[in-house]
């Protein structure tokens, strides 16, 4: 579903109807549904005063879970600013208004970022997640660990709930960079087909654990788990589900598969450890498991995070060809721009970085600003080791209290470097 028009003032109401419609007949909430169409307001209105006349494709889609409205234009507006969340209003311009307006879209919904599509487009995603009712907490007991399970990847809609309901009992703080709670956000988010699942059940019927995954559109399949109902006594289970989901994927194109885990699985499941990382609510392992032979990749790499990632690239067994990099005074351009992604239900921030230019220092400060103010009580960044510009922002990072905690093999064009700083990190 999409809708094709010009940036035009007068045409406003044909986007903020296009996505009220389409935001209905999926099923969203009235306020989730009025906020969306906020969202779109501000935005279109921001692009008129920025790229006047322009083409703009408004796209929808329905991801069960959420809500996806998105804004594709051919070009780039003349001054590319206009896309970090950090513009301030100049209330006496129409550019200065034009300016705040990705910031008023972003307070408005649940995700927003910013891409560049290879075709040289511009997309902007602003997401809107579906409400559900809270479920009652139904405390699970533990129980002795089973000499056999029953393991499927197409389980029942009630054994997925229950694996819901055991993640917000035991694992509610740890869900991460994933929500799988209340039970009909998990259903919902099996049906959207990016997701599957991998349960266990003892001879009796009942569940024992489960392993969530996800896939996209790079090189690696995420994978969230295992969560098991006695986290004690079931390391056999882990590595069976571990070793189910590794020969699922095993004959696909996929080359690894990167684990977040509320507990560091057993040396039997056959991850790598790819470091651990703080989330508003603990501390999640993080493990690669390759698929397919490495022939090796380019990795340009900040020299201050060299000793992370060679420490990573050893433990994992990865062959990269390793570019030290620094400035060198070559990011002459003036220009910074970062693509935000916020997830305000869980207090959380990315920022990825399209452009890095002289002005890093300065626009990274804003951003970090805006993110406090906002309370967002965690913010990351990731430098992708096939972008060598990404390189030059770690200095500024650093400076400003980010640390690397995971490196995630082929997640991106090359390997990406996540980065953590906790709220009230200088």
């Not at 208004?97 to 290879?118: E, K, N, P, W």
């Not at 990847?153 to 209340?182: C, H, R, W």
């Not at 090189?219 to 590595?239: H, I, M, N, Q, W």
């Not at 093999?409 to 200088?426: A, E, K």
Request: aromatic share 8%; net charge negative; glycine share 10%.
């Amino acid at each position: 579903m999409e809708l094709r028009l010009e940036l035009e003032p007068a045409r406003m109401p044909m986007a903020v109807a296009f996505a009220e419609t389409a935001a209905q007949g999926a099923g969203l909430g009235s306020h989730e549904t009025a906020m969306l169409a906020l969202s779109a307001e501000e935005l279109f209105l921001a692009l008129c005063s920025s790229m006047p006349g322009a083409e703009l494709v408004v796209g929808f889609l329905d991801r069960r879970y959420a809500v996806d409205l998105l804004f594709q234009i051919p070009r780039p507006p003349a001054d590319l600013r206009i896309f970090n969340i950090t513009a301030r209003p100049d209330h006496d311009s129409e550019e200065g208004l034009a300016g705040m307006g990705l910031y008023l879209a972003s307070r408005a919904c649940d995700q927003f970022s910013i891409q560049q599509l290879a075709s040289g487009s511009w997309k902007i995603m602003l997401r809107k997640e579906r409400s559900y009712p809270p479920h009652p907490a139904a405390p699970l007991t533990a129980h002795g660990e089973a000499v056999a399970w029953q393991i499927a990847a197409v389980p029942a809609p009630d054994a997925v709930k229950q694996l819901s309901t055991l993640i917000g009992n035991s694992y509610a703080a740890l869900q991460f960079p994933e929500t799988f709670t209340p039970p009909g956000r998990l259903l919902d988010k099996l049906a959207s087909k990016e997701y599957g699942v991998i349960l266990a059940q003892d001879p009796q019927g009942e569940l024992a654990g489960g392993l969530i995954w996800r896939t996209g559109g790079g090189k690696v399949v995420e994978c969230f788990g295992p969560y098991l109902r006695s986290p004690a006594t079931d390391g056999t289970l882990a590595t069976a589900l571990c070793e189910k989901v590794a020969e699922q994927f095993g004959r696909s194109d996929r080359l690894g598969l990167v684990l977040y885990a509320p507990q560091q699985p057993p040396s039997t499941a056959g991850f790598e450890a790819a470091g651990q990382l703080e989330t508003p609510g603990g501390t999640v392992w993080t493990g690669y498991r390759m698929l397919a032979e490495e022939f090796g990749a380019d990795a340009w790499v900040p020299q201050e995070l060299l000793p992370f990632y060679q420490e990573c690239c050893a433990g994992m067994v990865l062959t990269r060809n390793i570019r030290a990099c620094q400035d060198d005074g070559e990011t002459g351009n003036g220009l910074t721009l970062f693509a935000t992604r916020i997830d305000r239900s869980n207090g959380m921030a990315l920022l990825t970085p399209l452009l890095v230019g002289r002005d890093a220092a300065d626009v990274l400060q804003e951003h970090l600003q805006l993110l406090e103010q906002e309370q967002f009580s965690a913010i990351y960044c990731t430098l992708d080791t096939g972008h060598p510009f990404d390189a030059l922002l770690a200095p500024h990072l650093l400076s400003h209290g980010f640390l690397p905690r995971i490196l995630v093999p082929w997640g991106g064009s090359g390997d990406l470097i996540q980065l953590h700083r906790i709220r009230g990190s200088r």
